[in-house]
């Protein structure tokens, strides 16, 4: 049996299907004999000490590595102590009702109580309250936990959806590869299986229903086909496939340890986007020119409060630090719309993609911004920093950006604080307005830097997350390569860096074009510098103008595709 | 029965960790311990309950009454009314 899928990490695994859904238990009223009132009681106080000890060990597993996500069941461990809930569900028991239908009612009515709270971060924990009835019942119905903290040998995880929480504690060991039902080329799943190196695959409907636990499953990542049950032929076939694909692997690593240049030696600059530098980007460090993106959402997100200045500014330095001299382009704070800080309220909004978010929501809170800031600019002085605004979409915009990081300078200096006065400021292109005003814009700021991703979705009118839309999203590609084309024109003009940060200058085909275009900053996510590194090596500085020219002159992504594979092969057999 | 009117001072109100601290530090007394909100007629809040306490909803700038009965009455009042009036270090 054959399955289709897009292709989000790329690769080739034969393992056996794991499934991965929660656990739905229905429960309905039953009453038990007054005798066993008392056995009940205690039968409740056994299942919360599992639960409690099943709770420990999650939050424990991840306290050295996520202390963020650890929070998490620390909290869960709240509620299931919790005075009020508990004597609910003995008084339920008392009143001769059978232990699930105690729980099911008992939590159903905290679950009311909470909703009902008017601050809406308030209403959001019943998702805890459901969790942790959930596992309570599991526990009853002798389950055991699934999660992906233990998986068997080469498992291919079949899921609806992967969640930050599902991943947190994936078994790093023995996944072999990821299938979904839904979600896009940027969704966490693709980010985290790239991150891995392994395979994933989504767009696979019913997968989890099809695909059953335990089977015997091909997944090429390289064409999006799935065979369940494969026959003994297809079996050699794939792994045929698979030695090639790795002999192919082992060509590229050997590429990520040199510099990345063109045949004639031409220098294009590679380099990592972050959030908190991870294990695997502080070992591709040394392999790589700057930190394109370093993404700050992750110090709000992950906390409680507010970070403070203090603790933004060790973050920050850290960063610096370890990178060693290279440049660290930090991105100030992105959040707003789907974003939310549990500890900051935003009102809801009907289109949170077109909001008040990044830049727009920092202008808004004056002290939210200027204590970020302030902490950057200090940092400074450890190391080469660039500090540059998401969301830019007028000059206006940038001019009040420029105000704030003024007021923030002049105010560290009232305080005796040291920072490099003379730090980069640039901006990114996301919005399409201010690609088209490039000329303006680059008369304000050092730099930009390119986020194909919003920029392409902007400009398209389609969810890249969409799954059934992102046909859409790539028909867009043949526009933004002429509109980012302009937008380096008009900056190279006036002798300021531009540099490309989102997936697509990590995408072999489309990064020789920028190349082209005469960019030579290209920053991507650790999997795909050795194969840019690479095609990068084909071509000349003169081929790769060529190259470019060709493929603006073409207006369909399909036409361009085919163009770039033709040229890159050609190549390639030399 | 022992009993204290503070203010809630503290930028995010007795929320997410504020409210654990509070919870956690009640769990500490044997008294039975009790939160209600001074702006309304809501029902008071089992301070060792973090859900009821929750969706008591007490933001910044609400006055509440602390009340305890029990043997450490006066000194679970007493501390739990420190802390909220020490803004929970936020």
Known sequence: M??????????????????????????????????????????????????????????????????????????????????????CICDAIEECYTLDWAIESSFTQFIDLLSKAKDPLISARTAD??????????????????????????????????????????????????????????????????????????????????????????????????????????LLAATRAKNSFMQEKEIQNQFLKRPCRTSDHVSVMTGINIGALTEEEERLLPYVDYIGLFRTEFLYMDSDHMPTEEEQYEAYRNVLEKSGGKTVTLRTLDIGGDKVLPYFELPKEENPFLGNRALRLCLDYEELFNTQLRAALRASVHGDLWIMFPMVGS???????????????????????????????????????????????????????????????YLSAADRQN???????????????????????????????????????????????????????????????????????????????????????????????????????????? | MYKKTVKIINPTGLHARPASDFVAMAKKFTSKIKIKDLSNDEKPANAKSIITLLALGLGKGTDVEIMAEGEDEEKAVESLAALIESGFGE
Do not use: W
């Not at chain 1, 299942?47 to 306290?63: D, F, G, N, S, V």
């Open chain 1, 467 to 574: 799954a059934q839309i992102v046909k859409y999203y790539h028909a867009g590609i043949p526009a933004a390569l002429r509109l980012i084309d302009h937008v380096s024109r008009k900056f190279a003009e006036q002798g300021k860096t531009v540099g490309v940060c989102g997936e697509m200058g990590g995408d072999p085909v489309f990064a020789p074009i920028f190349a082209g275009m005469g960019i030579r900053k290209l920053s991507m996510s650790t999997s795909r510098i050795a194969a840019v590194k690479q095609v990068m090596s084909l071509f000349s500085a003169e081929e790769l103008a060529a190259v470019k020219e060709c493929v603006l002159a073409r207006d369909s992504t399909e036409q361009i595709a085919a163009f770039m594979e033709a040229q890159i092969a050609k190549k390639q057999e030399k």
């Open chain 1, 129 to 234: 309250l459901l969790d942790v009835k959930k596992r309570l019942l599991r526990i009853r119905s002798g389950t055991p936990e699934k999660n992906l903290a233990k998986l068997p040998p080469d498992a291919i995880i079949i899921s609806h959806d992967l969640l930050p929480s599902d991943t947190a504690a994936i078994d790093r060991k023995h996944v072999k590869g990821i299938i979904t039902e839904i979600g896009g080329d940027t969704s966490h799943t693709a980010i985290i299986a790239r991150s891995y190196g392994i395979p994933a695959i989504s767009g696979v409907p019913q997968a989890v229903e099809c695909l059953k636990d335990g089977e015997k499953i091909i997944m090429n990542a390289l064409s999006g086909e799935i065979i369940y049950a494969p026959t003994p032929e297809e």
């Open chain 1, 2 to 87: 054959k399955y289709q899928g897009n292709c989000i990490s790329e690769g080739i695994a034969i393992g056996r299907a794991y499934t991965y859904s929660p656990v739905e238990i229905h429960i309905t009223e039953h009453t038990i004999a007054r005798s066993e009132v008392a056995l009940t009681l205690e039968e409740f106080q056994d299942l919360k000490r599992t639960a409690m000890q099943e709770l420990l060990q999650l939050q424990r597993k991840l306290q050295a590595t996520d202390p963020g996500k650890a929070k998490i069941f620390a909290a869960h461990k709240e509620m299931l102590e919790d005075e009020e809930l508990e004597e």
């Open chain 1, 395 to 457: 000059i206006s915009d940038i001019r009040r950006a420029l105000a704030a990081l003024e007021a923030a300078k002049r105010s560290l200096e009232k305080d005796r604080l040291p920072f490099d006065e003379e730090t980069k400021i640039g901006i990114m292109i996301e919005i399409p307005a201010i690609a088209v005003l490039a000329e303006e814009a680059a008369r304000y700021v050092d730099f930009a830097s390119i986020g194909t991703n919003d920029l392409l979705q």
